[in-house]
């Protein structure tokens, strides 16, 4: 069950997505007298549509993307001063202007969309990339601010009941002949919170850390919450050699890869994790990292791409990196929401939810900003060089030049569908067949 509502709240929050960015274009382009005929929610067949005043609103039954129809995307042919269509480019052109005038109605030629200048235009087609921003903000101020993110606390976990060397493996038991740990011989107990470390109040794990490393081996005052009441010990620390580790407890590695080992005070305590609140101020930095990243990985979409043609034609796994479409989305969704084991809580599953659902709006306003026709970025790179032009004119005190012909990107266009279809229709296989599974 659990995993059928993961699909189910991913389903409904792309669904969101793609409406929410349709209505960035929608509302600018109305703002500014630009006649919206249509506002769809996916693509194909029509399964319900309302006219609501001069546009027509309806889902379609492939819920892989949607659009706006703005009247007047291509200018006339008497706009540009075009000629008779000459090759297949042409007359692609040619077809692309001719369509998009016949939706201009008499006397209504001032609300065409490639009437507005350039800042409109732009206002335009970045609505609905920052619309999508904008969701991930959202999505990442409700995981980080309102759950938290899991860390250390200050509340003693496990209390080590023996000092064991460094090398010991992961599971090794105490035994007779092993020395008790610091914490165990000085009384501490699973459960308590630690107040203050040599006199000194701690509000973090990592500030505790950083005592305990600065206090050597002499006996050192410390203050624990025991069940509501304080509590006052000595501890005396041993040294000890152990895996270095950094503020946020994860082991520190090389340049091989091998982790680094120290010696350094050791009082024998792990601390207990949970859900802690982060500061409205930590999303920009979260939101920026994601799309950093997922600006990394549109660089290389074309090798990932054939990597996951490669491994699903010659039935090899994919990597946990690899690239993925709807479904994949939907089942690692489902993955995220019905995982068991030690330690995942529903906070959890519900955080790393929300987060992957983040980094997929920030994967849509990327993926937008590619400066290629049909996508976003294509059309805010013709609104800019249409600018340019007229500001280069402006500055030469020349006449104010034709609108850009966009109809010519027709051919660039069409290619570029073609390539993106068949890319989406590949990963719906790959997901299908050889799916991305969680670690």
Not at 193 to 221: C, D, F, K, M, Y
Not at 239 to 254: C, F, H, I, K
Not at 356 to 381: E, K, Q, R, T, W
Request: proline letters at 6%; glycine letters at 12%.
């Amino acid at each position: 069950m659990a995993y059928v509502v993961g699909v189910l709240v991913a389903l409904l929050v792309v669904l969101a997505s793609i409406a929410l960015h349709e209505v960035g274009h929608m509302v600018p382009a109305k703002r500014f007298g630009v006649r919206v005929s249509q506002y769809m929610v996916g693509f194909g067949p029509t399964l319900w549509s309302r006219t609501r005043g001069e546009t027509e609103y309806g889902i379609k039954a492939i819920p892989l993307g949607g659009y706006v129809r703005l009247v007047g995307m291509y200018p006339t042919k008497d706009a540009v001063g075009a000629r008779e269509p000459r090759g297949w480019a042409g007359r692609l052109a040619a077809d692309a202007r001719e369509a998009s005038a016949e939706e201009i109605r008499p006397g209504e030629d001032g609300r065409a969309f490639y009437r507005l200048s350039t800042p409109k235009k732009l206002l335009v087609m970045f609505g609905g990339p920052v619309m999508n921003l904008v969701i991930a903000f959202v999505l990442m101020a409700i995981a980080l601010v309102g759950i938290g993110v899991e860390g250390p606390t200050l509340t003693v976990g496990q209390v080590q009941p023996c000092v064991l060397p460094a090398s010991a493996a992961a599971g090794t038991t105490c035994t007779s002949d092993d020395p008790r740990s610091p914490a165990a011989l000085a009384g501490m107990q699973d459960g308590d919170t630690v107040v203050s470390w040599g006199g000194r109040q701690v509000s973090t794990w990592a500030e505790l850390v950083t005592a305990i490393r600065a206090s050597g081996t002499e006996p050192v005052a410390v203050v624990v919450d025991r069940g509501g009441r304080q509590v006052d010990l000595t501890v005396t620390p041993v040294q000890r050699e152990q895996t270095a580790v950094d503020a946020a407890g994860n082991a520190v590695t090389d340049a091989s890869g091998t982790a680094v080992v120290t010696r350094s005070s050791y009082v024998g305590i792990a601390p207990l994790t949970a859900m802690q609140h982060q500061s409205l101020w930590s999303v920009p930095g979260a939101v920026a990292t994601t799309t950093w990243q997922t600006a990394k990985v549109v660089l290389t979409l074309p090798e990932r791409v054939w990597q996951v043609a490669y491994s699903t034609f010659t039935g090899q796994p994919r990597d946990a990196t690899s690239v993925i479409g709807i479904v994949g989305v939907g089942r690692i969704a489902g993955e995220v929401t019905s995982v068991q084991g030690a330690g995942i809580s529903d906070s959890l599953r519900v955080f790393s939810l929300l987060q992957m659902l983040a980094a997929l709006n920030v994967s849509l306003f990327v993926f937008n900003m590619i400066p290629l026709p049909p996508l976003d970025g294509g059309h805010i790179a013709a609104a800019l060089w249409e600018g340019a032009g007229r500001q280069l004119a402006r500055l030469r005190g020349r006449a104010r030049p034709r609108p850009a012909d966009t109809a010519r990107l027709m051919p660039l266009s069409y290619t570029m569908f073609v390539l993106l279809g068949g890319m989406g229709l590949l990963l719906v296989w790959a997901d299908i067949v050889n799916p991305v599974r969680l670690g």
